[in-house]
């Protein structure tokens, strides 16, 4: 479970949902503001009206990023992300093909940190 390929992967998959999550509630200078177009442009648009969408999702991801950083309750963080990695790869499947290779890169960090701790989970599936 502690090995340094686990390690180097959770500290990745941590920076990542710390960085795309504080990009979600707080407007990076550099960053694009719009970078949607269509349907996935309306879709955005709609999610940031609502007032509270993004903010929650920017701060589950937060959330699930300092836990994978600070190395505290890892199976739970890997547990709240798996939907919200679940529903980024849908996003950009259906609707933002160019960034699913970095949806591809999220859900492929979640399951492989799910599986090397696989024996706290084995108690849910008996």
Do not use: C
Request: aromatic share 16%; charged share 10%; glycine share 6%.
């Amino acid at each position: 479970m502690n090995s340094t390929f686990t390690k180097i992967l959770r500290i990745i998959l941590g920076l990542g949902l710390l960085f795309f999550g504080l990009s979600k509630l707080i407007q990076f200078n550099y960053l694009p503001t719009h970078i949607y177009t269509g349907d996935e442009a309306i879709l955005i648009d709609s999610f940031s009206k609502t007032g509270y969408i993004l903010k929650v999702v920017g701060t589950f991801e937060i959330f699930t990023g300092l836990l994978l950083l600070f190395n505290k309750w890892v199976p739970f963080a890997l547990l709240l992300l798996a939907p919200i990695s679940v529903n980024i790869l849908l996003f950009h499947l259906f609707m933002d093909t160019p960034g699913l290779i970095l949806a591809l890169v999220v859900i492929v960090l979640n399951a492989i940190l799910i599986y090397k701790h696989w024996k706290v989970y084995r108690p849910l599936f008996l």
